[in-house]
Nanobody, 126 residues
Framework: QVQLVESGGGLVQPGGSLTLSCAAS?????????VGWFRQAPGKEREGVSC????????DYANSVKGRFTISRDNAKNTVYLQMNSLKPEDTGVYYC??????????????????WGQGTQVTVSS
């Protein structure tokens, strides 16, 4: 059974930190070229947050999170992480991880992804 499970979300005050995890079961993440993190705030379109290649040599971030978020992956643990620092209320939303099998042109944030998790809620509020 193929599944991606996000965890680590919760309620945090502005300026705080959270680390999200994306764990794969039923398949091996390092068989997929790209893992991406996306988020969706209430009433808004889903947006790309960050993405990382199998080797970790290709990484991209949305402008809104550059300098605050860090993506990483541990293929031995079949897990991708998103460390989120200096959180702002506008970071609130449901965060999803997703996988893609092949490289394409441009930023990996612009690519279509094939397998998706169910999401984890992040709420940044005082």
């Amino acid at each position: 059974q193929v599944q991606l499970v996000e965890s680590g979300g919760g309620l945090v005050q502005p300026g705080g930190s959270l680390t999200l995890s994306c764990a794969a079961s039923g398949f091996t993440l390092d068989n997929y070229a790209i893992v991406g993190w996306f988020r969706q705030a209430p009433g808004k379109e889903r947006e790309g947050v960050s993405c990382i290649s199998r080797s970790g040599r290709t990484i991209d971030y949305a402008n809104s999170v550059k300098g605050r978020f860090t993506i990483s992956r541990d293929n031995a643990k079949n897990t991708v992480y998103l460390q989120m620092n200096s959180l702002k209320p506008e970071d609130t939303g449901v965060y999803y991880c997703a996988t893609r099998n092949t490289f394409a042109g441009g930023s990996c944030l612009s690519w279509s992804y094939d397998q998706w998790g169910q999401g984890t809620q992040v709420t940044v509020s005082s």
